[in-house]
C-alpha cells in the first residue's frame, strides 16, 4: 500500500523537476518584457532618461543569471530568489510609472489603475531581498545557529510590506493617490516610529548577512572558500559602483567610467552565478590579484609622477615641458620593474597558488646547478613539475646515447 501511495508523488515530483526550467525561463522572459514595456510608458509621463535606465543593468543580470542557475540547479533556491528580486523590481517601477500615467496624466478610464496602486511599492521591495541572496549563499542552506537570522528577516521584511501597502490603501481614498515623480502619496514622509525601527533592523540583518558569510570564509576550504571569495569580489565591486552613482562622484566622468561602473553593478549576480555554477571557479585568485596589483600600480606610478612633478618644477627650478617629460620618462623607466614587484607581493597573499608555483620552479633551478646524476636529476624535475602545474600524470623520457 505504501508503495503504490508513494509513485503518484514520486511521478508529481518528476514532472515539477521537469517543468522547472520552463518556469525558469517563462520568469525570465516576463521580466524582460516587462522592462521593455516601461520604456514607452517612461516616454509617455516624461520621465524617460538615462538615470532610469540604470535599471536595466540592475534587473537584466539578476534576470539572466537566476534563469540559468534556475534552469540548471532548480533545487537551488538561489536561482529563483534573482529571480524573484529582478521581478518585483521591474512589476513595482512599472506599477509606479502606470499609476501616474492613469492618475495625474488623466486616463482613469485605463484599466487595472487601483491595482497599480497596490503593487507601487517601490524598488526598496526588490532591494530589500537582496540580503536574502548574500545569506543564503551558494546552496540556500543555512546551519541552526543561523536559521533565527532567515525568520527574522522573513518577518521583518513582512512588516515593511504591510507598512507600505497600508499606505496604499489609505492612498486611494485621495482624488491623485501617487505625487507626478512617482509613487503613493505619503509613503516616502511616514514619521511613524515603528517603521524607522523595523528599516534599522532590517539594516542590522543585513550586517548580519555579510557578517555571516564572513565567518564562514574563515573556516571554509576548497571549493567553498572559492565561492565565498567571487561573492566578495563581486559585492566589493557592486558598492564600490553604487557609491559613485548614488553619490554623484561620477555626474561628469567620461563614458568609458560610466561602463566600468555600469559592469561593477552588474558584478553581484555575476559573481553569484560564477560561484554557484562553479564555471571558472579558480580564476578569482588570479582576478582579484591581477585587480590589486594593477590598482597599487597605477596609484604608486600617479604618485611618482605627481611628485617628480613638483620636484623639478618647483624645488629644481625646470621648466613645465621639462619637468613633465622627465617625470613621464620616469614613471616608464619604474612601470616594469614596479609591476613585478608590486605582483610578486600581492601574489604572495592573494594568489598563492602561483606563488608557490614560481618558488618551486625557483628552488629547482637552483639544486639543478650542482646535480650531476641523471636519476636525480629526473626525480628532482617531475617532483618540480608535480608541485607547480599539479598534472594528473607526468613522466620524464631520456633518449639513450647512441655509441659508436
Given at each position: ?272 552565478g560564477v560561484g554557484i555554477l562553479k564555471y571558472r571557479l579558480y ?59 608590486i605582483q610578486r607581493l600581492v601574489d604572495r597573499r592573494f594568489n ?53
Amino acid at each position: 500500500m505504501n508503495g503504490r501511495s508513494s509513485q503518484p508523488t514520486e511521478v508529481a515530483s518528476r514532472r515539477l523537476w521537469l517543468a522547472s526550467p520552463i518556469v525558469a525561463v517563462v520568469l525570465g522572459v516576463l521580466t524582460v518584457l516587462l522592462v521593455v514595456v516601461d520604456v514607452p510608458l517612461e516616454a509617455e509621463i516624461h520621465t524617460l532618461s538615462a538615470f532610469n535606465s540604470l535599471e536595466l543593468v540592475f534587473v537584466l543580470p539578476f534576470t539572466l543569471v537566476g534563469t540559468v542557475v534556475a534552469r540548471r540547479e532548480p533545487r537551488n533556491p538561489m536561482g529563483w530568489l534573482l529571480l524573484l528580486i529582478a521581478l518585483v523590481v521591474v512589476l513595482t517601477g512599472d506599477a509606479s510609472d502606470y499609476t501616474v500615467f492613469v492618475y495625474y496624466f488623466g486616463h482613469r478610464g485605463w484599466p487595472l489603475g487601483q491595482l497599480a496602486v497596490l503593487f507601487d511599492a517601490g524598488v526598496i521591495a526588490g532591494l530589500a531581498l537582496l540580503p536574502l541572496a548574500i545569506m543564503l549563499f551558494p546552496d540556500g542552506q543555512l546551519g541552526p545557529r543561523w536559521k533565527w537570522l532567515f525568520r527574522g528577516y522573513v518577518v521583518l521584511y513582512a512588516v515593511l510590506l504591510t507598512a507600505v501597502e497600508r499606505h496604499a490603501v489609505v492612498a486611494l481614498g485621495r482624488r491623485l493617490p501617487v505625487w507626478s515623480g512617482g509613487g503613493v502619496v505619503g509613503a516616502n514622509h511616514s514619521d511613524a516610529l515603528a517603521e524607522h525601527v523595523v528599516v534599522a533592523l532590517l539594516v542590522v540583518f543585513c550586517i548580519a548577512s555579510v557578517a555571516r558569510q564572513l565567518l564562514s570564509y574563515r573556516t571554509s576550504t576548497g571549493v567553498r572558500r572559492q565561492q565565498l571569495k567571487w561573492l566578495g569580489a563581486g559585492g566589493a565591486t557592486c558598492i564600490a559602483s553604487l557609491v559613485f552613482l548614488l553619490t554623484g562622484l561620477a555626474n561628469n566622468a567620461p563614458t568609458a567610467v560610466w561602463v566600468l561602473l555600469i559592469l561593477g553593478w552588474a558584478a553581484l549576480p555575476a559573481s553569484i552565478g560564477v560561484g554557484i555554477l562553479k564555471y571558472r571557479l579558480y580564476e578569482i585568485d588570479r582576478l582579484i590579484s591581477r585587480t590589486l596589483s594593477y590598482a597599487l600600480l597605477t596609484a604608486s606610478l600617479v604618485g611618482v609622477f605627481i611628485g617628480l612633478i613638483a620636484l623639478t618644477t618647483n624645488t629644481l627650478a625646470f621648466s613645465g615641458r621639462v619637468g613633465v617629460a622627465a617625470s613621464t620618462l620616469a614613471a616608464a623607466a619604474l612601470f616594469n620593474p614596479l609591476r613585478k614587484r608590486i605582483q610578486r607581493l600581492v601574489d604572495r597573499r592573494f594568489n598563492r597558488a602561483r606563488y608557490n608555483a614560481e618558488a618551486t620552479v625557483a628552488a629547482f633551478t637552483a639544486r639543478l646547478r650542482d646535480a650531476v646524476e641523471i636519476d636525480a636529476i629526473r626525480a628532482d624535475l617531475l617532483d618540480a613539475v608535480n608541485g607547480a602545474v599539479q598534472p594528473t600524470h607526468a613522466s620524464v623520457w631520456i633518449k639513450p646515447h647512441a655509441r659508436g
